[in-house]
């Protein structure tokens, strides 16, 4: 495995680095064309309660740690009324505000999803500030959707953690305390293999993020690509299926109709919630969602936001440790 023997960086040396907290803010201001929930338009982007990039304030706002094709940089999302606003730290900071809108749902188009299903048509009547919104980044969405194969979430939340806070850089600006921009690609590839099991991360799942690292470039032009194209580019990568792809390009692309396929749970909560059936799988789902063709991803989002799950009967996964072996 790439990295094995590679000089394991000093831990800890990040903390010397002083927050930009006198740095001036770059602003700006977006109103959006109809209404707009931040919570649930940025939420997905969040990867467990204690993501280092991800962090939302009792006062509403939302702040981003991301690593753009400019450089590292922070965004502050705030809502007034009907207006959105936007402040960015760091040599990203332009191209944060640039795509504040997209990130935001500007290229969404809800009046799309025409529900089939009585559910669904409360749940957008419930939701109306629901927007897919895309990042353009397509690496700080698919290395955790890597780390999130065949675990649990509270494993995977765990690694992204421990590796963003052990190999990531603070934060620019006056972003809350522990934010972290996660890793630049070479800083993945040099990540040592005990680090890598330290996290919880086996074998298959490092293996799998040290071969997308090395092409990171040609991963990232796939922003640009329609939904479809840029998974089929993530899929040339071994270890990367429909699953992960879709995971990524939902995020990455905003994509409507990325519909998850290969996930252990969803297609027992779409088929409970469209046709009472607890024990559907991705065949039955995937005939389920065919009426919302275009919008299936859409479809599912709402599913899972009108609460309506199949009681629990099995034990939960058991969470391993590969740390402790």
């Known amino acids: 495995m790439a990295g094995r023997f590679a000089p394991r960086p ?4 990040h903390a010397a680095v002083p927050r930009q907290s006198g740095a001036p803010a770059r602003t700006r201001t977006w109103t959006p064309d109809g209404p707009l929930d931040l919570a649930l338009v940025l939420g997905p982007l969040r990867r467990g309660p204690g993501d280092p990039t991800f ?3 009792p006062d509403g706002s939302v702040w981003r740690a991301s690593r753009t094709p400019d450089g590292p940089g922070t965004l502050r999302v705030t809502a007034h009324g009907a207006r959105v606003r936007g402040e960015a730290w760091g040599p990203g900071a332009d191209w944060l505000l640039h795509h504040l809108p997209r990130l935001l749902g500007a290229d969404d188009d809800p009046s799309a999803f025409a529900p089939r299903h009585r559910l669904l048509a409360l749940a957008r009547h419930r939701r ?3 927007r897919l919104g895309r990042t353009g980044l397509v690496l700080e969405s698919l290395i955790p959707s890597v780390l999130e194969q065949k675990v649990t979430t509270d494993e995977a939340y765990r690694a992204w953690r421990l590796l963003v806070r052990g190999y990531g850089e603070p934060a620019p600006g006056p972003a809350p305390d522990r934010m972290y921009v996660m890793p630049a690609p070479r800083t993945w590839a040099l990540i040592p293999s ?4 330290r996290a919880g991360v086996d074998d298959k799942r490092a293996s799998t993020i040290l071969r997308a690292v090395r092409v990171a470039a040609r991963l990232e032009e796939a922003a640009g690509m329609e939904p ?3 998974q089929a580019r993530l899929e040339v990568v071994p270890g ?3 699953w992960t792809s879709a995971e990524t ?7 409507p109709d990325a519909v998850t396929v290969g996930d252990v749970h969803l297609p027992g909560i779409v088929g409970w919630a469209l046709a009472g059936d607890r024990h559907a799988d991705d065949a039955v789902m995937l005939r389920l969602l065919e009426p919302y063709a275009g919008q299936r991803h859409r479809a599912a989002r709402l599913i899972l936001l009108s609460g309506r799950v ?6 939960r996964m058991p969470v391993g440790d590969i740390g402790r072996w």
Do not use: F
């Not at 000093?10 to 040396?13: E, I, K, L, P, Y």
């Not at 390009?249 to 994509?255: L, M, T």
């Not at 199949?310 to 034990?315: F, K, L």
């Open 10 to 13: 000093v831990r800890g040396t």
């Open 55 to 57: 962090r939302a304030l």
């Open 128 to 130: 109306p500030g629901l």
């Open 194 to 197: 005990w680090e890598w099991h």
């Open 228 to 230: 479809a194209a840029a």
């Open 240 to 242: 990367i299926g429909p």
């Open 249 to 255: 390009v939902q995020r990455s692309h905003g994509a």
């Open 310 to 315: 199949p009681p629990r009967r099995a034990p």
